[in-house]
């Protein structure tokens, strides 16, 4: 966690712990909150110092200014952000101070920025469009858009892959060429997964895909999680519905090789190893043995990858979680992401991860998987 941290300090142009002393340091995270409070005083009318620096709070994943002044008080020693850095990954988009060189800005702070100003929304119980320019405006831009640059529409009655063939060293490969929109979706993705525990990174890459499952960053991440996780329903469920939205742009007879050097091909690839893994749990043999044959045939230049993964997610004696997922009185986050499956039922578009909710709930599993893979070098 505190790599990761640092990490996205680093992004956000914050000088790193080991090079100063921790007070002086912090003293300067504080002034630079204090400083956004301010001028949010001074964009937003009639708004008092502390309604302001409560909100800049909120908008931190803090509950008001006082426990700010708490929690970065607590910080003594360079032991204690190692030991508090998811709370303040939370915090650290208040901290960025980017200059007009950095706008627009780069995925990862844009990202952050966005983040904050979705919560600056909710804080303030602001319109949309008025939050996101007053955000802008904090951090010393224009507008939203001269901040964070334009964000792409993702295409909803076309593909949002195009499939080709070409040669790579004088060798014939298939390629899967994502739109701009897809592109730009799966930075932003990976971008925003960095900013989450992983026990939250399963729900976030849902929100992501629920009505565009072809989004491969998202739904790679989602299955392989949910495998992870022992839940073979669900993530045979994403798999195969990522994969299907997918495989409209691949034809089917292809038996070229995705082209090396490729993230979208070995996302692919690793979508079709979480299908075979899941399949081969639930003993769905024929299905299994042809996604084994179609893993071989289009995962070539990927199998170290593939091979790693199925080793990690196909361990021997593995046995899927079946604890109760339906339980409304808990308040685990960790553990309720059947029972967000149920809670959005209403929307119909949904009716399958229902069913494979319910499914993750009762049904028997067969005997354990048994992953083998043999072919061409």
């Known amino acids: 966690m505190y790599k990761c941290f640092c990490l996205l300090a680093a992004a956000l142009k914050l000088q790193p712990w080991e090079e100063v002393a921790v007070r002086p340091f912090l003293e300067e995270l504080k002034r630079r909150m204090e400083a956004k409070a ?3 005083q001074l964009l937003l009318p009639g708004i008092t110092l502390e309604t302001s620096r409560d909100a800049i709070s909120r908008a931190s994943v803090m509950v008001n200014w006082r426990r700010v002044e708490e929690d970065l008080g607590y910080i003594e020693t360079q032991q204690d952000p190692e030991e508090q850095a998811w709370d303040l990954i939370d915090m650290l988009p208040v901290f960025y101070e980017p200059n007009m060189l950095d706008m627009p800005l780069a995925v990862l702070p844009r990202v952050s920025v966005r983040t904050f100003a979705r919560r600056l929304r909710e804080a303030l119980r602001l319109d949309a469009p008025y939050a996101y320019e007053l955000t802008a405006q904090l951090y010393g831009a224009r507008d939203w858009l001269a901040l964070a640059g334009p964000k792409r529409f993702l295409p909803i009655a076309e593909p949002i892959y195009r499939y080709g063939s070409g040669e790579v060293a004088g060798r014939p490969y298939a390629w899967l060429e994502p739109c701009a929109a897809v592109r730009q979706a799966d930075e932003e993705f990976e971008a925003m997964a960095q ?9 976030l890459a849902q929100n992501e895909s629920v009505d565009q ?21 669900i993530a ?10 997918i495989d409209k742009s691949y034809p089917k007879d292809c038996r070229l090789a995705p082209a090396p050097g490729s993230r979208t091909h070995l996302l692919y690839v690793r979508l079709k190893a979480v299908l075979y893994v899941a399949l081969m749990y639930f003993d769905k043999n024929d299905e299994a043995e042809a996604e084994r044959e179609c893993l071989l045939a289009r995962g070539r230049e990927y199998r170290a990858e593939y091979e790693g993964l199925l080793k990690k997610l196909a361990p021997r004696n593995s046995k899927p ?15 309720n992401r059947a029972s967000w499956l149920c809670l959005n039922a209403s929307n119909t578009s949904l009716s399958t991860q229902l069913r494979a909710g319910w ?5 028997t599993p067969g005997s ?10």
């Open 38 to 40: 301010l001028r949010l």
């Open 195 to 203: 900013l989450r525990q992983e026990v939250f990174q399963a729900d």
């Open 213 to 233: 499952p072809g989004l491969l960053c998202a739904g790679s991440v989602g299955a392989t999680l949910h495998l992870v996780d022992r839940e073979y329903d």
């Open 236 to 245: 045979e469920w994403k798999a195969r519905s990522t994969l299907e939205a």
């Open 321 to 335: 979680n079946r604890e109760p997922r339906f339980d409304w009185s808990t308040d685990s986050r960790s553990g």
């Open 359 to 363: 499914r993750c709930a009762s049904v």
């Open 368 to 377: 354990k998987p048994r992953v083998h893979l043999r072919g061409a070098q």
